[in-house]
DNA sequence: CACCTATTATACCAATCGGTATATAAGTAT
DNA sequence: ATACTTATATACCGATTGGTATAATAGGTG
């Protein structure tokens, strides 16, 4: 494994275990064996680090999302389709999942905050998308787009974190996404 | 205002704005216009002074929430008492109930997971006890009660969380509260 | 071979980190 | 008046922080 990829990967694993300010530059260079100047030659700072990070797996996440995420027609089995995707890429990467969790979740001025801003909007503005297409399905939708979004991004986050929490072995990707778009769909139209 | 709750609530600012890890002993102390030894004096370390700050609002909490959470023969009727006095709470304290719902999710190797865990367990805890009081109304509860509770914790602070984002200038809690059982409740019995 | 660019390490930087030894002033109890 | 406790500041500690100046070492290309 090259040196880049080396210490991006030792800077993940140690920005999960204790978060991107209680990890020292210092820290990671010891970890992948090398040390400091090849650190910054590659990422031109420690925020360019977690920059990248970040961008190694919102980025392939993203694209998914855009993808799954078009309009079939019907509200419930677009939101199936998206949320099963949600589901897969977040299972498949649990511990980078819960790191991007622990950033949005964040204070507000820390550089971990401003890092992954961007990609949460971006997320956002792809969930609204939906809604947006949803229109002449939903009475009343006028201006709630944005809300239902927030809504069905939360309800989503919730039940992975929540089933990563409790630490089933097995999770029905099929059978909780069809739950979580069933209570959703509940919440909108109660 | 004396030394030591001058120096809580600076701290209490500069964790919220930056982050635990991210504001230094010397940050406070300027900010509450001191110097380091007084700030030793009271909380005899930086820890010392997250846990205080911890117990100033999670203990307060902890209490109430022990109160209006015992059983009334009801399920929805009990979660509907327990799940406004945690709104009311939450947001009676903003900055504090986002704070902490920051350390919540924050790295579990971090200091700031370590301080406030004791609370979750407790808050859980709690939580729990209504749905073991609630076995004879619902049937095959048999060890999901623990489910339930992480279920019912979840949406709650999603609708909370979710709630502060979109800036509503006045959240009803009654209604708020209502909805959220309801959908809680449908959850359970699908 | 000589040249060039891409990598990597040694050794260092000022600044800040959390924390403390010591001194002092003010109040209080004997 | 003496002794003790509480509360505060000056000045310092070694360790670590993020970051870099400099130079050596590759590997490829003319």
Redesign the pocket.
């Known amino acids: 494994m090259?040196?880049?990829t080396n210490i991006l990967e030792c800077a993940t694993e140690l920005f999960c275990e204790k978060g991107y300010d209680a990890?020292?530059?210092?820290?990671i260079v010891d970890r992948a064996g090398?040390?400091?100047?090849?650190l910054?030659?590659?990422f031109?700072?420690?925020?360019g680090l977690l920059e990248s990070i970040i961008e190694e797996y919102y980025g392939r996440f993203l694209e998914r999302l855009e993808t799954v995420s078009v309009y079939q027609g019907d509200l419930p089995n677009t939101l199936y389709t998206t949320c099963r995707e949600y589901l897969k890429m977040a299972i498949e990467n649990k511990t980078m999942y819960l790191f991007t969790v622990s950033l949005i979740y964040s204070a507000r001025e820390n550089d971990s905050y401003r890092a992954i801003r961007p990609y949460m909007v971006k997320t956002h503005e792809i969930i609204v998308k939906i809604f947006e297409q949803a229109s002449n399905e939903l009475e009343n939708m006028n201006g709630r787009q944005q809300q239902f979004a927030s809504g069905f991004e939360g309800i989503v986050n919730f039940y992975l974190i929540y089933y990563f929490e409790i630490g089933e072995p097995r999770i029905d990707i099929d059978e909780i996404g069809k739950n979580l778009v069933d209570q959703f769909m509940y919440g909108i139209y109660s």
């Open positions: 090259d040196n880049r990890v020292g530059v210092q820290e090398t040390t400091k100047p090849t910054y030659y590659y031109k700072s420690k925020y």
